[in-house]
């Protein structure tokens, strides 16, 4: 049956009202592409209305294409317009957040410090690598035998008495000096050795005012062919009137199990003499241990804790303080 021509330029001039109104609520061009789809696309809203006109006689076919022409051009129009409107949209709102006011304050951002001890270390670093030193790390749960054995301090040695440290249950420690860095550096590498081994240390002291159970500590090697204490002492007297300025220093005789001899090394401090490092002669055991022939190479090692570094340099009276975060000390620094 012909469905009356009426009744097909009412569908084409509902669907023009219907699309028209949808085209103009969407809020995104995927809406917009969806909705051409829906209305103009081969199998939407438009080409099926037009399915009818094929039973229609040769005298209303021209008509009825006519308005269907009209509808399209007209969704076709406002599809155009909406799409241009939403770039519009899009364009303005995109400049709005990107625009910069130049006479609005800026955003403040408190600037950090440097803690310290960081500070304390990295100058010590920077003096040692002047002078020729590489930075060498290692691990800081250590073996027995890299932290006491191979420095030449067997499991009955009393001088183990004054490293007392935390051991683990597996048997490994946690280690009480950086020396065990220099014992791995040798293991892997020939003479010549001149390294700088800062790092994190740990002791079972009873913390007060100088002492605390975790504490950080640079050590110095050098081993090579000729090198005597006078060489140790010239590198030491470098090293603290750089860190210290020109201030009178002096070595007293000392122990330590890995060197020999061994020597304490003060420095007149506000009109009194303050112990700052431990340094010695690399003990031959220690050599010979790592490989290397004592009859051809001979070396120095010292070590100092940073934190009596830092606490002298800041004038600092509780070496706790370095450790409690507290804004109102390190906004000092």
Not at 62 to 87: F, T
Not at 133 to 143: C, D, L, N, R
Not at 225 to 235: A, P
Not at 257 to 275: C, H, I, M, N, Y
Request: proline share 6%; hydrophobic share 40%; net charge negative.
């Amino acid at each position: 049956m012909t469905p009356p021509v009426s009744d097909l330029e009412q569908q084409l001039l509902q669907l023009r009202e219907s699309a028209i109104d949808a085209i103009q609520d969407a809020a995104t061009s995927d809406q917009v592409e969806q909705l051409r789809i829906a209305y103009l696309g081969k199998k939407g809203a438009l080409s099926t209305i037009l399915k009818g006109m094929g039973r229609l006689g040769p005298q209303e076919r021209p008509r009825i294409g006519a308005i269907a022409n009209e509808v399209k051009d007209a969704l076709q129009s406002a599809i155009g317009h909406k799409r241009q409107d939403l770039d519009a949209a899009r364009i303005q709102a995109q400049i709005e957040s990107e625009t910069l006011d130049v006479t609005m304050p800026g955003t403040y951002y408190p600037l950090g410090r440097v803690h310290p001890l960081h500070s304390t270390l990295d100058q010590a670093l920077d003096i040692f690598v002047g002078l020729g030193y590489s930075v060498a790390q290692g691990p800081e749960m250590e073996t027995d035998y890299y932290n006491f054995g191979a420095l030449n301090t067997p499991a009955d040695h009393p001088a183990r008495d004054m490293q007392d440290t935390f051991y683990l249950p597996d048997g490994n420690l946690l280690r009480t000096h950086t020396s065990s860095v220099q014992i791995r550096y040798m293991e892997n590498n020939e003479p010549p050795v001149r390294i700088v081994a800062p790092g994190r240390c740990y002791r079972r002291d009873t913390e007060d005012a100088t002492h605390a159970a975790v504490f950080h500590q640079i050590e110095i090697l050098a081993i090579d062919e000729g090198l005597t204490f006078t060489d140790l002492k010239g590198t030491i007297k470098v090293f603290l009137e750089n860190m210290f300025g020109p201030v009178p220093i002096r070595f007293r005789a000392s122990y330590f199990p890995f060197t020999e001899p061994s020597a304490e090394v003060d420095v007149q401090w506000k009109g009194r003499w303050l112990e700052v490092l431990g340094c010695g002669m690399v003990d031959p055991n220690v050599l010979k241990t790592v490989g290397y022939d004592p009859e051809v190479y001979s070396g120095f090692a010292a070590g100092f804790g940073v934190e009596r570094f830092a606490m002298v340099l800041h004038q600092i009276d509780d070496i706790r303080r370095l450790y409690t975060s507290d804004l109102r000390f390190l906004r000092q620094f």
